[in-house]
């Protein structure tokens, strides 16, 4: 997808967005320590550090191959997932270090919710769809009620709650998107990650889901990768901007951080040459 | 293509006349007999039958928990694991009577089981056992990605992802694929004459008693000097087409139905 250019109607967007004081007055949520990952040898991501706050919107942005996908996934350790991949570094979750060696992943991922770039329902019903979670992690109390309450926060309860039991296949993009998020959201969890969750939605979808974001983070603390400059724009309070640096000595293409700070920051007046060139369009 | 067709259609055609006069409510429940008008084939349907359920039993729990071992969790950077799928391949080429051979000697003789539907079936088992996990694990592989990684995401333990998620989402792969083997083993003569079917059999068989199978049935109709016996071999074989054809069918109109929208 092509940067688009920075316009003069979307300062007014960013201002939605928090203070850089207010956003670190939160508790830190994740403190990520000169954190580096590699597949099979090769790094992908090389020393990033930075925190993610309470109750806010974190938005990463960067060009193709910057590593922002690969970053996220370290925060829920999806990475385990992939043979040959190394995370180096720490990553603090409420000060714990979620690399440790007795934190066990899948406890993790019960706490930190994601949603992927594709819609990936199940091939169930809806219901079954946002019950999976509960059931195999064996909660207590009413599905039933654990289930409309996770729809009516994705607010997809009122479009779905005559067809509960149709295959969550059959809605539409946007649809299956919101219900990718009512799952994630019925495991209550204290964060989502989601990595650029409406890449592949049509425009009236992508606002529903950005407004969603913005409910959302009352409850919740939400990290998002996206590749689109205006969205992150509108939903985050704080924007990270990586980057790909070449190597001199021919070692290859890894991603690093090149800024981080208030997303009003990093759209108006970025401090990082680099960054100013990727927000107005120069680059990317 | 053409005349593969042409001999196929010559060869049913054929078969069904020659058979027509044969097929009657005799042969299905009349015991075999020296006297063509007497003689049928229920021991024979129903030992095919018992077979079948045997191969089922055992096929298709082997052949899955191997097919979720392979995709879901083996480490193919390792040696044993490259040896499981090489041999998997080469066990599928590897002829029936061979197996009849090696069944004759480790199962009717070895484990001492005899002569009975049972190491038939086990038998009929080890041939189609390779056709079942290559196709489960189709059927696994083509479950998405996106699938166990959204299953991980909610906090499933991968036990959790394999059994809830990518097995029932490959099901009906696995039943398709589950029936085509099946409906080989139906139609395998070979090894069964290896590992003693007896060819008359005056009574019902049962699971750990002797039997004879219908394809070993025809077999032995079409030996006998008696040309009307040669119309009852044909009738049987249209017995056991109908019968193969009905499962194929099953497997045809479950993988349509169940044809997966991702």
Redesign the interface.
């Known amino acids: 997808m092509e940067a688009p250019r920075i316009d003069s109607g979307r300062i007014a967007e960013v201002s939605r967005g928090l203070e850089r004081s207010e956003v670190e007055s939160r508790k830190s949520v994740f403190s990520v320590r000169d954190l580096s990952v590699a597949y099979r040898g090769k790094v992908a991501l090389e020393g990033v550090d930075l925190d993610v706050h309470q109750n806010t919107v974190t938005a990463f942005i960067g060009p193709s191959g910057c590593g922002k996908s690969t970053f996220i996934r370290c925060f829920?350790r999806?990475n385990d997932?992939i043979?040959g991949a190394k995370v180096d570094g720490t990553v603090l979750y409420h000060g714990e270090d979620l690399y440790a060696r007795d934190v066990d992943a899948?406890?993790?991922?019960?706490?930190i919710?994601?949603v992927?770039q594709?819609p990936?329902?199940?091939?169930?019903s809806i219901y079954d769809n946002v019950a999976?979670?509960p059931r195999?992690?064996g909660m207590k109390g009413s599905l039933d009620e654990r289930v409309e309450s996770a729809l009516r926060q994705a607010a997809l309860w009122e479009e779905v709650k005559d067809r509960l039991k149709d295959g969550a296949?059959g809605l539409s993009g946007g649809q299956q998107q919101r219900l990718?998020i009512a799952?994630?959201l019925a495991?209550e969890p204290d964060v989502i990650l989601m990595d650029e969750p409406a890449s592949a939605l049509d425009p009236i979808s992508t606002t529903r889901i950005e407004d969603l974001m913005h409910d959302l983070k009352r409850e919740y603390t939400i990290v998002i990768v996206t590749h689109n400059m205006q969205q992150a724009a509108r939903v985050a309070d704080m924007t990270a901007f990586f980057s790909v640096a070449v190597e001199d000595d021919g070692s290859g293409r890894r991603g690093i951080l090149v800024e981080y700070d208030a997303t009003t920051k990093i759209f108006t007046t970025p401090s990082d040459k680099r960054t100013e060139d990727y927000v107005t369009g120069r680059f990317g | 293509m053409l005349v593969a067709f042409g001999t196929l259609v010559v060869l049913l055609v054929d078969t069904i006349v020659t058979g027509w006069p044969g097929l009657g409510t005799q042969l299905i429940t009349g015991l075999p007999s020296t006297v063509a008008d007497e003689a049928g084939a229920r021991p024979a349907i129903l030992a095919t039958l018992y077979l079948g359920a045997v191969v089922l039993l055992f096929s298709v729990p082997i052949g899955v928990l191997t097919a979720v071992y392979l995709e879901e969790y083996a480490d193919r950077e390792r040696w044993w694991n490259r040896v499981i799928e090489v041999n998997i391949q080469n066990l599928a080429a590897v002829p029936a009577i061979v197996y009849g051979i090696l069944g004759l000697a480790f199962i009717v003789h070895g484990i001492g089981l005899g002569r009975v539907v049972l190491a038939g079936g086990l038998i009929l088992t080890l041939v189609v056992l390779p056709t079942v996990v290559v196709a489960a694990r189709e059927a696994i592989r083509a479950v998405p990605d996106s699938i166990r990684q959204g299953a991980f995401a909610l906090g499933a333990t991968k036990w959790q992802v394999v059994w809830r998620q990518v097995l029932p989402a490959a099901i009906p792969g696995i039943a398709t694929g589950s029936i085509l083997a099946l409906s080989r083993a139906v139609g395998e003569t070979a090894p069964l004459i290896m590992v003693g079917a007896v060819v008359y059999v005056p009574f019902n068989p049962t699971i750990l008693g002797q039997y004879t199978a219908l394809p070993v049935q025809i077999f032995n109709w079409t030996k006998l000097p008696d040309a009307e016996f040669r119309t009852l071999a044909a009738a049987g074989a249209i017995v056991l087409l109908v019968i193969v054809l009905t499962m194929n069918a099953v497997a045809i109109f479950l993988r349509n139905r169940y044809r997966k929208q991702w």
Do not use: H
């Open positions: 829920n999806m997932l043979p899948v406890e993790i991922r019960r706490r919710g994601m992927f594709k990936n329902p199940f091939p169930k999976f979670g195999v992690l296949l990718c799952r994630a495991v």
